[in-house]
Protein backbone atom coordinates (compact mmCIF):
# COMPACT_ATOMS: atom_id res chain seq x y z
CA UNK A 1 0.00 0.00 0.00
CA UNK A 2 1.18 3.17 -0.96
CA UNK A 3 0.32 6.81 0.00
CA UNK A 4 1.68 9.88 -2.58
CA UNK A 5 0.71 13.48 -1.88
CA UNK A 6 1.30 16.14 -4.34
CA UNK A 7 3.63 18.78 -3.82
CA UNK A 8 1.07 21.80 -4.12
CA UNK A 9 -0.78 19.16 -1.30
CA UNK A 10 -3.90 19.88 -3.22
CA UNK A 11 -4.36 15.99 -4.55
CA UNK A 12 -3.86 12.31 -2.46
CA UNK A 13 -3.08 9.15 -4.01
CA UNK A 14 -3.34 6.10 -2.48
CA UNK A 15 -2.62 2.92 -4.50
CA UNK A 16 -2.73 -0.79 -3.48
CA UNK A 17 -1.24 -4.21 -4.74
CA UNK A 18 -4.14 -6.79 -3.01
CA UNK A 19 -6.24 -6.96 -6.25
CA UNK A 20 -8.82 -4.98 -4.65
CA UNK A 21 -8.60 -1.46 -4.24
CA UNK A 22 -6.47 -0.28 -7.12
CA UNK A 23 -6.48 3.35 -6.89
CA UNK A 24 -7.95 6.07 -5.04
CA UNK A 25 -7.52 9.99 -5.51
CA UNK A 26 -8.46 12.89 -3.39
CA UNK A 27 -8.44 16.39 -4.59
CA UNK A 28 -8.45 18.58 -2.24
CA UNK A 29 -9.31 22.28 -3.21
CA UNK A 30 -7.17 24.92 -1.24
CA UNK A 31 -9.74 27.49 -0.84
CA UNK A 32 -12.18 24.92 1.13
CA UNK A 33 -10.05 22.67 2.94
CA UNK A 34 -7.09 23.55 5.24
CA UNK A 35 -4.34 22.33 5.77
CA UNK A 36 -4.84 21.16 9.50
CA UNK A 37 -8.07 19.40 8.39
CA UNK A 38 -6.10 18.10 5.27
CA UNK A 39 -3.50 16.24 7.45
CA UNK A 40 -6.54 15.31 10.45
CA UNK A 41 -8.13 12.97 7.29
CA UNK A 42 -4.56 11.89 6.30
CA UNK A 43 -4.18 10.27 9.91
CA UNK A 44 -7.70 9.19 10.11
CA UNK A 45 -6.97 7.48 6.71
CA UNK A 46 -3.92 5.97 8.08
CA UNK A 47 -5.76 4.52 10.97
CA UNK A 48 -8.41 2.93 9.52
CA UNK A 49 -6.90 1.23 6.10
CA UNK A 50 -4.89 -1.20 8.28
CA UNK A 51 -8.25 -2.56 9.31
CA UNK A 52 -9.83 -2.46 5.99
CA UNK A 53 -6.97 -4.65 4.90
CA UNK A 54 -7.13 -7.09 7.34
CA UNK A 55 -11.12 -7.59 6.82
CA UNK A 56 -10.38 -7.85 3.65
CA UNK A 57 -7.56 -10.73 3.81
CA UNK A 58 -10.16 -12.45 6.32
CA UNK A 59 -13.05 -12.76 3.65
CA UNK A 60 -10.86 -13.92 1.39
CA UNK A 61 -9.60 -16.95 3.57
CA UNK A 62 -13.17 -17.78 4.32
CA UNK A 63 -13.99 -18.11 -0.06
CA UNK A 64 -15.32 -14.78 -0.62
CA UNK A 65 -12.34 -14.36 -3.12
CA UNK A 66 -14.39 -15.95 -5.42
CA UNK A 67 -16.36 -13.00 -5.46
CA UNK A 68 -16.47 -11.38 -9.19
CA UNK A 69 -17.13 -7.91 -8.08
CA UNK A 70 -17.24 -4.93 -6.01
CA UNK A 71 -21.22 -5.09 -5.22
CA UNK A 72 -21.03 -9.14 -4.29
CA UNK A 73 -17.61 -7.53 -1.95
CA UNK A 74 -19.69 -5.13 -0.66
CA UNK A 75 -22.45 -7.45 0.87
CA UNK A 76 -20.09 -9.68 2.30
CA UNK A 77 -18.11 -6.71 3.62
CA UNK A 78 -20.69 -3.86 4.58
CA UNK A 79 -22.17 -5.99 7.20
CA UNK A 80 -18.29 -6.67 9.18
CA UNK A 81 -17.51 -3.08 8.88
CA UNK A 82 -21.08 -1.62 10.75
CA UNK A 83 -20.52 -3.81 13.02
CA UNK A 84 -23.59 -6.65 12.28
CA UNK A 85 -23.33 -10.39 12.25
CA UNK A 86 -24.87 -12.71 9.44
CA UNK A 87 -25.97 -15.15 11.81
CA UNK A 88 -29.32 -13.11 12.42
CA UNK A 89 -29.93 -13.47 9.18
CA UNK A 90 -28.85 -17.24 9.24
CA UNK A 91 -31.26 -17.98 12.42
CA UNK A 92 -34.37 -16.74 10.57
CA UNK A 93 -33.72 -18.31 7.36
CA UNK A 94 -33.52 -21.89 9.70
CA UNK A 95 -36.92 -21.07 11.66
CA UNK A 96 -38.73 -20.35 7.95
CA UNK A 97 -37.05 -23.43 6.91
CA UNK A 98 -38.42 -25.64 10.12
CA UNK A 99 -41.59 -23.98 9.59
CA UNK A 100 -42.07 -25.32 6.07
CA UNK A 101 -41.18 -28.32 6.71
CA UNK A 102 -43.44 -28.99 9.88
CA UNK A 103 -46.08 -27.73 7.62
CA UNK A 104 -45.35 -29.77 4.07
CA UNK A 105 -46.67 -33.65 4.01
CA UNK A 106 -44.05 -36.38 4.57
CA UNK A 107 -43.96 -38.25 0.90
CA UNK A 108 -45.44 -42.24 1.60
CA UNK A 109 -42.86 -44.79 1.02
CA UNK A 110 -39.99 -42.67 1.97
CA UNK A 111 -36.89 -44.65 3.21
CA UNK A 112 -35.85 -43.52 6.80
CA UNK A 113 -32.30 -43.72 7.99
CA UNK A 114 -31.81 -45.52 11.10
CA UNK A 115 -29.42 -43.03 12.69
CA UNK A 116 -28.10 -39.52 12.77
CA UNK A 117 -25.00 -40.90 11.15
CA UNK A 118 -26.85 -42.23 8.40
CA UNK A 119 -28.46 -39.30 8.07
CA UNK A 120 -25.64 -36.73 7.90
CA UNK A 121 -23.54 -39.29 5.57
CA UNK A 122 -26.88 -39.11 3.02
CA UNK A 123 -26.96 -35.61 2.95
CA UNK A 124 -23.28 -35.31 1.88
CA UNK A 125 -23.75 -38.11 -0.57
CA UNK A 126 -26.77 -36.78 -1.64
CA UNK A 127 -26.73 -33.07 -1.75
CA UNK A 128 -29.85 -32.78 0.73
CA UNK A 129 -30.95 -29.22 0.47
CA UNK A 130 -31.70 -27.83 3.74
CA UNK A 131 -35.83 -27.96 3.50
CA UNK A 132 -34.94 -31.93 2.79
CA UNK A 133 -32.55 -32.39 5.54
CA UNK A 134 -35.46 -30.86 7.91
CA UNK A 135 -38.58 -33.16 6.16
CA UNK A 136 -36.07 -36.19 7.40
CA UNK A 137 -35.31 -35.20 10.36
CA UNK A 138 -38.66 -34.62 11.01
CA UNK A 139 -39.88 -37.86 9.88
CA UNK A 140 -37.39 -39.75 11.90
CA UNK A 141 -38.15 -37.62 15.53
CA UNK A 142 -42.04 -39.06 14.66
CA UNK A 143 -40.86 -42.59 13.72
CA UNK A 144 -39.57 -42.79 17.06
CA UNK A 145 -42.37 -40.99 19.33
CA UNK A 146 -44.33 -43.80 17.53
CA UNK A 147 -41.94 -46.21 18.81
CA UNK A 148 -41.82 -45.07 22.18
CA UNK A 149 -45.38 -45.09 22.81
CA UNK A 150 -46.06 -48.39 21.44
CA UNK A 151 -43.38 -49.79 23.75
CA UNK A 152 -45.02 -47.40 26.53
CA UNK A 153 -48.58 -49.14 26.09
CA UNK A 154 -46.66 -52.56 26.03
CA UNK A 155 -44.61 -52.27 29.26
CA UNK A 156 -48.23 -50.98 30.61
CA UNK A 157 -50.01 -54.04 29.05
CA UNK A 158 -47.32 -56.31 30.61
CA UNK A 159 -47.15 -54.86 34.03
CA UNK A 160 -51.29 -54.93 34.56
CA UNK A 161 -50.65 -59.16 33.28
CA UNK A 162 -47.93 -59.08 35.64
CA UNK A 163 -49.87 -57.52 38.40
CA UNK A 164 -53.05 -59.87 37.44
CA UNK A 165 -50.97 -63.04 37.72
CA UNK A 166 -50.51 -65.57 40.87
CA UNK A 167 -46.40 -65.94 41.04
CA UNK A 168 -45.17 -69.25 40.74
CA UNK A 169 -43.98 -69.73 44.81
CA UNK A 170 -47.36 -67.81 45.77
CA UNK A 171 -49.55 -70.69 43.81
CA UNK A 172 -46.46 -73.47 44.90
CA UNK A 173 -47.28 -72.18 48.58
CA UNK A 174 -50.82 -72.66 48.41
CA UNK A 175 -50.88 -75.81 46.98
CA UNK A 176 -47.82 -77.49 49.46
CA UNK A 177 -50.00 -76.20 52.48
CA UNK A 178 -53.38 -77.48 51.33
CA UNK A 179 -51.91 -80.89 50.64
CA UNK A 180 -50.34 -80.52 54.55
CA UNK A 181 -54.24 -79.56 55.74
CA UNK A 182 -55.03 -82.94 54.20
CA UNK A 183 -52.17 -84.79 56.01
CA UNK A 184 -51.00 -83.33 59.15
CA UNK A 185 -53.74 -83.35 62.04
CA UNK A 186 -51.68 -80.36 63.75
CA UNK A 187 -52.51 -78.41 60.18
CA UNK A 188 -56.39 -79.13 60.55
CA UNK A 189 -56.36 -78.26 64.35
CA UNK A 190 -59.08 -76.22 65.68
CA UNK A 191 -58.15 -72.09 65.26
CA UNK A 192 -58.78 -70.54 67.83
CA UNK A 193 -58.55 -73.32 70.52
CA UNK A 194 -61.90 -74.03 71.77
CA UNK A 195 -61.50 -72.38 75.32
CA UNK A 196 -60.56 -68.73 73.43
CA UNK A 197 -63.79 -69.15 71.45
CA UNK A 198 -65.70 -66.60 73.61
CA UNK A 199 -63.18 -63.98 72.84
CA UNK A 200 -64.08 -63.71 69.16
CA UNK A 201 -67.00 -61.88 70.19
CA UNK A 202 -65.21 -60.16 73.08
CA UNK A 203 -65.44 -56.44 72.70
CA UNK A 204 -63.32 -55.72 75.11
CA UNK A 205 -60.61 -56.96 72.60
CA UNK A 206 -58.94 -55.15 69.27
CA UNK A 207 -60.36 -56.89 66.45
CA UNK A 208 -59.00 -56.75 62.97
CA UNK A 209 -61.02 -58.22 59.83
CA UNK A 210 -58.74 -59.51 56.71
CA UNK A 211 -60.33 -60.78 53.56
CA UNK A 212 -57.84 -62.41 51.21
CA UNK A 213 -57.05 -65.48 49.22
CA UNK A 214 -53.00 -64.39 49.26
CA UNK A 215 -51.52 -66.93 52.15
CA UNK A 216 -48.09 -64.84 52.57
CA UNK A 217 -49.85 -61.19 52.67
CA UNK A 218 -51.93 -62.59 55.20
CA UNK A 219 -49.09 -63.75 57.31
CA UNK A 220 -47.42 -60.62 56.83
CA UNK A 221 -50.30 -58.66 57.80
CA UNK A 222 -51.11 -60.33 60.96
CA UNK A 223 -47.21 -60.59 61.70
CA UNK A 224 -46.63 -56.67 61.34
CA UNK A 225 -50.16 -55.51 63.48
CA UNK A 226 -48.53 -58.63 66.69
CA UNK A 227 -44.81 -57.03 66.31
CA UNK A 228 -45.97 -53.28 66.57
CA UNK A 229 -48.38 -53.90 69.22
CA UNK A 230 -47.92 -52.56 72.16
CA UNK A 231 -50.82 -54.91 73.75
CA UNK A 232 -50.36 -58.28 71.57
CA UNK A 233 -52.74 -60.27 74.09
CA UNK A 234 -55.45 -57.68 72.99
CA UNK A 235 -55.20 -58.47 69.01
CA UNK A 236 -57.61 -60.45 67.52
CA UNK A 237 -57.95 -61.57 64.11
CA UNK A 238 -60.64 -62.30 61.62
CA UNK A 239 -59.52 -63.66 58.44
CA UNK A 240 -61.76 -63.96 55.67
CA UNK A 241 -60.76 -66.71 52.24
CA UNK A 242 -62.32 -68.45 49.52
CA UNK A 243 -62.78 -72.02 49.52
CA UNK A 244 -60.35 -72.50 47.46
CA UNK A 245 -57.69 -71.05 49.57
CA UNK A 246 -59.43 -72.07 53.26
CA UNK A 247 -57.20 -75.29 53.83
CA UNK A 248 -53.85 -73.85 53.08
CA UNK A 249 -54.72 -70.39 55.24
CA UNK A 250 -56.20 -72.77 58.17
CA UNK A 251 -52.66 -74.89 57.66
CA UNK A 252 -50.35 -71.67 57.49
CA UNK A 253 -51.64 -70.10 60.75
CA UNK A 254 -52.13 -73.53 62.40
CA UNK A 255 -48.25 -74.14 62.30
CA UNK A 256 -47.48 -70.82 62.44
CA UNK A 257 -49.20 -69.53 65.63
CA UNK A 258 -48.97 -65.82 66.23
CA UNK A 259 -49.19 -66.03 69.99
CA UNK A 260 -50.53 -64.19 72.51
CA UNK A 261 -52.94 -62.75 69.59
CA UNK A 262 -55.70 -64.82 68.39
CA UNK A 263 -56.15 -65.95 64.63
CA UNK A 264 -60.07 -67.06 63.36
CA UNK A 265 -59.78 -68.39 59.74
CA UNK A 266 -63.00 -68.85 57.82
CA UNK A 267 -64.02 -69.52 54.23
CA UNK A 268 -66.92 -67.79 52.94
CA UNK A 269 -68.76 -70.67 52.41
CA UNK A 270 -68.83 -71.01 56.30
CA UNK A 271 -70.85 -67.89 56.62
CA UNK A 272 -74.47 -68.95 56.92
CA UNK A 273 -75.54 -65.58 56.20
CA UNK A 274 -73.28 -64.97 52.90
CA UNK A 275 -76.27 -66.85 50.64
CA UNK A 276 -77.60 -65.55 47.34
CA UNK A 277 -80.74 -64.30 48.61
CA UNK A 278 -78.59 -61.86 50.69
CA UNK A 279 -75.76 -60.84 48.34
CA UNK A 280 -77.71 -61.36 44.38
CA UNK A 281 -75.88 -58.02 43.35
CA UNK A 282 -72.66 -59.56 43.78
CA UNK A 283 -73.79 -62.96 42.29
CA UNK A 284 -74.98 -61.20 39.23
CA UNK A 285 -71.74 -59.14 38.99
CA UNK A 286 -69.60 -62.17 39.01
CA UNK A 287 -71.51 -63.56 36.41
CA UNK A 288 -72.54 -61.10 34.39
CA UNK A 289 -71.39 -61.40 30.55
CA UNK A 290 -70.12 -57.81 29.92
CA UNK A 291 -68.62 -57.43 33.38
CA UNK A 292 -66.79 -60.66 32.72
CA UNK A 293 -65.65 -59.58 29.27
CA UNK A 294 -64.83 -56.40 30.54
CA UNK A 295 -62.38 -57.78 33.28
CA UNK A 296 -61.18 -60.98 31.73
CA UNK A 297 -61.33 -60.18 27.78
CA UNK A 298 -59.06 -57.68 25.48
CA UNK A 299 -58.28 -55.43 27.33
CA UNK A 300 -57.12 -52.96 24.26
CA UNK A 301 -60.04 -53.84 22.05
CA UNK A 302 -61.90 -50.31 21.66
CA UNK A 303 -59.48 -48.70 22.48
CA UNK A 304 -58.13 -45.31 20.52
CA UNK A 305 -54.14 -45.64 21.30
CA UNK A 306 -53.53 -42.81 19.07
CA UNK A 307 -55.87 -40.52 21.49
CA UNK A 308 -54.99 -42.06 24.97
CA UNK A 309 -52.13 -41.19 26.96
CA UNK A 310 -50.42 -44.11 28.31
CA UNK A 311 -51.16 -42.00 32.44
CA UNK A 312 -55.07 -42.41 31.40
CA UNK A 313 -54.03 -46.09 29.80
CA UNK A 314 -52.50 -47.55 32.77
CA UNK A 315 -56.13 -46.09 34.78
CA UNK A 316 -58.26 -48.17 32.47
CA UNK A 317 -55.86 -51.23 33.33
CA UNK A 318 -56.20 -50.55 36.66
CA UNK A 319 -59.74 -50.11 36.94
CA UNK A 320 -59.75 -53.82 34.67
CA UNK A 321 -58.65 -55.69 37.27
CA UNK A 322 -60.58 -59.01 38.10
CA UNK A 323 -60.15 -58.67 41.47
CA UNK A 324 -62.89 -56.17 41.56
CA UNK A 325 -65.46 -58.24 40.93
CA UNK A 326 -64.32 -60.54 43.58
CA UNK A 327 -66.58 -61.42 46.74
CA UNK A 328 -64.01 -61.18 48.87
CA UNK A 329 -63.18 -57.74 47.17
CA UNK A 330 -66.97 -56.85 48.17
CA UNK A 331 -66.96 -58.29 51.91
CA UNK A 332 -66.61 -54.93 53.56
CA UNK A 333 -70.25 -53.96 52.69
CA UNK A 334 -71.09 -57.08 54.86
CA UNK A 335 -69.52 -56.43 57.95
CA UNK A 336 -71.97 -55.92 59.96
CA UNK A 337 -73.81 -58.93 59.15
CA UNK A 338 -70.74 -61.14 59.22
CA UNK A 339 -69.70 -60.36 63.02
CA UNK A 340 -73.13 -59.63 64.60
CA UNK A 341 -72.09 -59.56 67.77
CA UNK A 342 -68.82 -56.93 67.30
CA UNK A 343 -69.37 -53.20 67.93
CA UNK A 344 -65.90 -51.99 66.43
CA UNK A 345 -63.29 -53.56 63.71
CA UNK A 346 -60.17 -52.10 61.77
CA UNK A 347 -60.79 -53.36 57.97
CA UNK A 348 -57.41 -53.92 56.44
CA UNK A 349 -56.41 -54.98 53.30
CA UNK A 350 -53.72 -57.69 52.36
CA UNK A 351 -51.26 -54.96 50.43
CA UNK A 352 -50.73 -53.38 54.08
CA UNK A 353 -47.90 -53.41 56.66
CA UNK A 354 -48.60 -52.40 60.20
CA UNK A 355 -45.38 -50.12 61.48
CA UNK A 356 -46.90 -48.78 64.98
CA UNK A 357 -49.28 -50.03 67.77
CA UNK A 358 -52.68 -49.42 66.19
CA UNK A 359 -54.89 -49.89 69.44
CA UNK A 360 -55.58 -45.86 70.25
CA UNK A 361 -58.03 -46.83 66.62
CA UNK A 362 -60.34 -48.35 69.24
CA UNK A 363 -60.64 -44.14 71.39
CA UNK A 364 -61.17 -42.34 68.42
CA UNK A 365 -64.50 -40.59 68.90
CA UNK A 366 -66.26 -41.74 65.29
CA UNK A 367 -68.64 -38.59 66.26
CA UNK A 368 -71.94 -41.36 65.37
CA UNK A 369 -70.06 -41.97 62.55
CA UNK A 370 -69.87 -45.35 60.40
CA UNK A 371 -66.65 -45.39 58.93
CA UNK A 372 -62.94 -43.80 59.88
CA UNK A 373 -60.85 -43.47 56.92
CA UNK A 374 -58.21 -41.02 55.45
CA UNK A 375 -59.05 -38.49 52.85
CA UNK A 376 -56.95 -38.50 49.73
CA UNK A 377 -57.88 -35.04 48.38
CA UNK A 378 -55.77 -32.98 50.70
CA UNK A 379 -52.33 -33.91 49.56
CA UNK A 380 -50.28 -32.84 45.93
CA UNK A 381 -49.47 -36.67 45.17
CA UNK A 382 -51.93 -36.51 41.59
CA UNK A 383 -51.75 -40.67 42.05
CA UNK A 384 -53.17 -40.96 45.39
CA UNK A 385 -53.79 -38.13 47.44
CA UNK A 386 -55.44 -35.25 45.10
CA UNK A 387 -58.98 -37.33 44.43
CA UNK A 388 -62.36 -36.38 44.60
CA UNK A 389 -65.51 -37.88 43.28
CA UNK A 390 -64.96 -36.50 39.92
CA UNK A 391 -61.65 -38.59 39.50
CA UNK A 392 -63.76 -41.76 39.82
CA UNK A 393 -67.38 -41.28 38.18
CA UNK A 394 -68.85 -40.15 35.00
CA UNK A 395 -70.24 -36.82 35.72
CA UNK A 396 -71.63 -37.15 31.88
CA UNK A 397 -74.22 -39.53 33.31
CA UNK A 398 -77.31 -37.55 34.26
CA UNK A 399 -77.91 -40.27 37.38
CA UNK A 400 -74.27 -38.95 38.98
CA UNK A 401 -74.79 -35.43 37.94
CA UNK A 402 -77.96 -35.80 39.70
CA UNK A 403 -77.00 -36.99 42.84
CA UNK A 404 -73.27 -36.00 43.56
CA UNK A 405 -70.84 -33.19 43.71
CA UNK A 406 -67.80 -33.72 41.82
CA UNK A 407 -65.44 -31.92 44.14
CA UNK A 408 -66.60 -34.09 46.85
CA UNK A 409 -63.42 -35.29 48.89
CA UNK A 410 -63.20 -39.07 48.71
CA UNK A 411 -61.35 -41.19 50.84
CA UNK A 412 -59.36 -44.40 50.79
CA UNK A 413 -59.72 -48.32 51.68
CA UNK A 414 -57.74 -50.46 53.23
CA UNK A 415 -57.50 -49.01 56.81
CA UNK A 416 -60.34 -48.05 57.89
CA UNK A 417 -62.26 -47.95 61.60
CA UNK A 418 -65.76 -49.44 61.12
CA UNK A 419 -68.54 -48.87 63.88
CA UNK A 420 -70.41 -51.77 63.75
CA UNK A 421 -73.23 -50.64 65.87
CA UNK A 422 -74.14 -47.23 64.52
CA UNK A 423 -73.72 -48.80 60.69
CA UNK A 424 -76.95 -51.36 61.75
CA UNK A 425 -78.56 -48.05 61.99
CA UNK A 426 -78.21 -47.23 58.26
CA UNK A 427 -79.43 -48.47 54.85
CA UNK A 428 -75.08 -48.19 53.63
CA UNK A 429 -75.78 -51.90 51.99
CA UNK A 430 -78.87 -51.29 50.23
CA UNK A 431 -77.62 -48.13 49.21
CA UNK A 432 -74.33 -49.90 47.79
CA UNK A 433 -76.95 -52.68 46.25
CA UNK A 434 -78.60 -50.30 44.49
CA UNK A 435 -75.88 -48.22 42.98
CA UNK A 436 -74.28 -51.26 41.68
CA UNK A 437 -77.49 -52.31 40.23
CA UNK A 438 -77.54 -48.80 38.18
CA UNK A 439 -73.94 -49.33 37.11
CA UNK A 440 -74.97 -52.77 35.31
CA UNK A 441 -78.00 -51.57 33.82
CA UNK A 442 -76.05 -48.45 32.31
CA UNK A 443 -73.55 -51.17 31.46
CA UNK A 444 -70.54 -49.83 33.17
CA UNK A 445 -70.88 -46.25 32.00
CA UNK A 446 -70.92 -44.73 35.56
CA UNK A 447 -67.43 -45.88 36.95
CA UNK A 448 -65.37 -48.30 36.01
CA UNK A 449 -62.81 -48.97 39.24
CA UNK A 450 -64.31 -51.84 41.29
CA UNK A 451 -65.18 -51.20 44.58
CA UNK A 452 -64.34 -47.42 45.91
CA UNK A 453 -67.02 -45.61 43.86
CA UNK A 454 -69.99 -47.83 45.17
CA UNK A 455 -68.87 -47.25 48.63
CA UNK A 456 -68.18 -43.21 48.06
CA UNK A 457 -71.67 -43.29 48.03
CA UNK A 458 -73.40 -45.42 50.19
CA UNK A 459 -71.12 -44.25 53.04
CA UNK A 460 -71.56 -40.29 51.84
CA UNK A 461 -72.09 -38.71 55.15
CA UNK A 462 -71.38 -41.35 56.98
CA UNK A 463 -67.18 -40.71 57.15
CA UNK A 464 -65.27 -39.85 60.28
CA UNK A 465 -62.20 -38.21 58.53
CA UNK A 466 -59.02 -39.34 60.60
CA UNK A 467 -54.96 -38.02 60.56
CA UNK A 468 -53.11 -38.77 57.48
CA UNK A 469 -50.41 -40.43 59.17
CA UNK A 470 -52.64 -43.63 60.30
CA UNK A 471 -52.42 -44.56 56.69
CA UNK A 472 -50.24 -43.59 54.03
CA UNK A 473 -51.13 -44.72 50.63
CA UNK A 474 -49.33 -45.08 47.24
CA UNK A 475 -46.34 -48.34 47.70
CA UNK A 476 -47.72 -49.96 44.64
CA UNK A 477 -48.14 -46.87 42.45
CA UNK A 478 -44.89 -44.91 42.12
CA UNK A 479 -41.25 -45.09 43.00
CA UNK A 480 -40.78 -41.33 44.16
CA UNK A 481 -42.81 -42.17 47.70
CA UNK A 482 -40.89 -40.64 50.17
CA UNK A 483 -39.40 -43.16 52.27
CA UNK A 484 -38.88 -41.17 55.34
CA UNK A 485 -42.65 -40.69 55.50
CA UNK A 486 -43.39 -44.49 55.06
CA UNK A 487 -41.05 -44.74 57.90
CA UNK A 488 -43.53 -42.80 60.20
CA UNK A 489 -46.83 -44.25 58.96
CA UNK A 490 -48.45 -46.22 61.00
CA UNK A 491 -50.23 -48.52 58.23
CA UNK A 492 -48.21 -48.12 55.20
CA UNK A 493 -50.47 -49.49 51.81
CA UNK A 494 -49.06 -50.97 48.72
CA UNK A 495 -52.02 -49.91 46.76
CA UNK A 496 -51.82 -50.30 42.69
CA UNK A 497 -50.15 -52.61 40.27
CA UNK A 498 -47.03 -53.03 41.93
CA UNK A 499 -46.69 -55.17 45.04
CA UNK A 500 -44.15 -56.04 47.36
CA UNK A 501 -44.41 -60.14 46.64
CA UNK A 502 -43.95 -59.31 42.59
CA UNK A 503 -41.22 -58.86 40.19
CA UNK A 504 -42.62 -55.22 39.38
CA UNK A 505 -42.35 -54.22 42.98
CA UNK A 506 -40.26 -51.24 43.46
CA UNK A 507 -36.98 -52.46 44.88
CA UNK A 508 -36.33 -49.35 47.56
CA UNK A 509 -39.74 -50.04 48.89
CA UNK A 510 -39.92 -54.05 49.41
CA UNK A 511 -37.94 -54.49 52.51
CA UNK A 512 -40.76 -52.62 54.49
CA UNK A 513 -42.75 -55.95 53.67
CA UNK A 514 -40.15 -58.46 53.69
CA UNK A 515 -39.01 -57.86 56.82
CA UNK A 516 -42.24 -59.67 58.30
CA UNK A 517 -42.09 -62.57 55.68
CA UNK A 518 -40.78 -65.83 57.49
CA UNK A 519 -38.06 -66.70 54.89
CA UNK A 520 -36.97 -69.57 57.45
CA UNK A 521 -40.19 -71.60 57.24
CA UNK A 522 -39.67 -74.47 54.92
CA UNK A 523 -42.49 -74.28 52.84
CA UNK A 524 -41.47 -70.74 51.93
CA UNK A 525 -38.29 -71.99 51.41
CA UNK A 526 -39.19 -74.90 49.20
CA UNK A 527 -41.38 -73.08 47.12
CA UNK A 528 -38.62 -70.95 46.42
CA UNK A 529 -40.17 -67.80 47.89
CA UNK A 530 -36.49 -65.73 48.82
CA UNK A 531 -36.14 -62.33 49.43
CA UNK A 532 -36.26 -59.98 45.88
Known sequence: MQLHVSPSMRSLTISSNNGFIDLMKIKVAARHISYRTLFHTILILAFLLPFVFILTALVTLEGVNKCSSFDCLGRRLGPRLLGRDDSERLVKDFYKI?????????PDGVKLPVSFNQLVSEMKNNQYDA???ALMLRAMMEKLEREIRESKFSELMNKHFAASSIPKGLYCLSLR???EYSSNAHARRQLPSPELLPVLS???YHHFVLSTDNILAASVVVTSAVQSSLKP????FHIITDKKTYAGMHAWFALNPVSPAIVEVKGVHQFDWLTRENV?????????????NYYHGNHIAGTNLSETTPRTFASKLQARSPKYISLLNHLRIYLPELFPNLDKVVFLDDDVVIQRDLSPLWDIDLWGKVNGAVETCKGEDEWVMSKHFRNYFNFSHPLIAKHLDPNECAWAYGMNVFDLHAWRK?????????WLK???KSNLTMWKLGTLPPALIAFKGHIRPIDPSWHMLGLGYQSKTNVENAKRAAVIHYNGQSKPWLQIGFEHLRPFWTKYVNYSDDFVRNCHILEL
Open 98 to 106: LNQANTEEI
Open 131 to 133: KTF
Open 177 to 179: LTD
Open 202 to 204: NNS
Open 233 to 236: EKIV
Open 280 to 292: PVLEAVENHHGVR
Open 426 to 434: TNIRETYHY
Open 438 to 440: ENL
